[in-house]
């Protein structure tokens, strides 16, 4: 990121761990942090809590303003949220991997079997059918966000510890990224139907990778371990080596639940406090110049029918503005996948250069 800072005097970039991950820490006991729990409340990490904790950073910081807000995956969606709850603190986004569908944007535009309020405030009906639909499918599967959501998750993935940690992490980081034969990432054929169905998304659903959509009885750990034990080829660089080893002693110390937390408020009827605000929310356009930077080999992109092609032409389509995100701004990078910050820094911080420069001509 320091290219980005220094091609725009007087800028700084601000990467913060969000609550629950890295060095950021919900609550902190006599003389050490306390490990976020499965039992601890959700709603420290419902989005707009998270929202705010981001809007309180920035303050906390001297500053009145955001010259440009980017988020990868979940943070594609807090930018969002960010972006439509606050735009006069945000002068400009960039989603990343994670196409931003709009508040209550998880769920398709138009989905079979779920009522106007669901689809702003909830996805419970929607991940309810899902979940019933994949696992009569033969063999049967569930979601990955389902599977993040169980109690046993965060002990899963943990494992032993130490090498065993360190090879599932390794594991995961090669299976998303561009480098794995099995990222032909394209938009999955409900993508283009009006009203897919609960039987349309789960078919299709079924086609994406097994780190997505899992067999039903396996943890995350055992898919990408027999995906890795039959893949001969993977090579690291060293660069990789040292940041899967910074990684693996992080989660060692902290868990993964703070990360799953955020899947399961996602997927739970939104905290009482909330849900005015979500309401007030849910319809908002992105009203700030915004961009998409994602592998071409990332799934995230499609993993959700419809959601890109909401994002564009839907979501960001600016008042006073011709409709829809700039087709210049929808960009994907060759030979990436999810991890395109670590694939393709070089080309990463090219683009958002060229968009800071655009926003900053406006």
Avoid at 197 to 222: C, N, Q, R, W
Wanted: with cysteine; proline share 7%; net charge negative.
């Amino acid at each position: 990121m320091v290219p980005l800072a220094n091609s725009h005097a007087g800028y700084r970039v601000v990467a913060p761990d969000l609550r629950g991950f890295g060095r950021t820490t919900t609550k902190v006991g006599p003389g050490s942090a306390r490990k976020v729990q499965y039992e601890d409340a959700l709603s420290s990490f419902h989005m707009l809590n998270v929202v705010e904790d981001v809007c309180s950073l920035v303050r906390a910081l001297g500053y009145t303003s955001v010259a440009m807000l980017v988020g990868h995956d979940l943070g594609s969606l807090l930018a969002g949220h960010c972006v439509v709850a606050h735009p006069g603190l945000f002068a400009s986004v960039v989603f990343m991997s994670a196409p931003f569908g709009g508040v209550g944007g998880l769920i398709p535009a138009s989905s079979e079997g779920v009522d106007d309020r669901a689809k702003e405030r909830s996805v419970a009906p929607l991940v309810s059918g899902i979940a019933t639909a994949l696992a009569t499918l033969q063999p049967p599967r569930k979601h990955y966000a389902a599977y993040f959501s169980t109690p046993s998750a965060n002990a899963d993935m943990l494992g032993q510890g130490g090498k065993a940690l360190h090879e599932f992490l390794d594991g995961y980081f090669y299976m998303k990224s561009g480098a794995w034969h099995g990222n032909d990432a394209h938009p999955l054929p409900s993508a283009f139907s009006p009203s897919p169905s609960i039987g349309e998304l789960a078919k299709d659903f079924a086609t994406l990778p097994e780190y997505y959509i899992m067999p039903l009885h396996e943890s995350m750990p055992v898919v990408i371990a027999r995906h890795i034990r039959t893949n001969a080829t993977i090579t690291t660089s060293k660069d990789e080596e040292v940041a899967a080893s910074v990684y693996a002693a992080e989660f060692a110390r902290t868990g993964f639940q703070g990360g799953l937390n955020y899947y399961r408020s996602q997927l739970s009827p939104p905290p009482p406090e909330y849900t005015a605000q979500l309401d007030a929310l849910a319809g908002r356009r992105v009203d700030v110049p915004a961009a998409f930077i994602s592998g071409a080999r990332d799934w995230g992109v499609y993993q959700m029918p419809g959601a890109e092609r909401k994002m564009r032409e839907v979501v960001c389509s600016r008042e006073g503005s011709k409709q829809g995100m700039e087709k210049e701004d929808f960009v994907l990078i060759e030979g990436a996948g999810h991890w395109v910050q670590q694939e393709e820094p070089g080309r990463l911080v090219q683009e958002l250069v060229r968009f800071l420069g655009k926003v900053i001509s406006l």
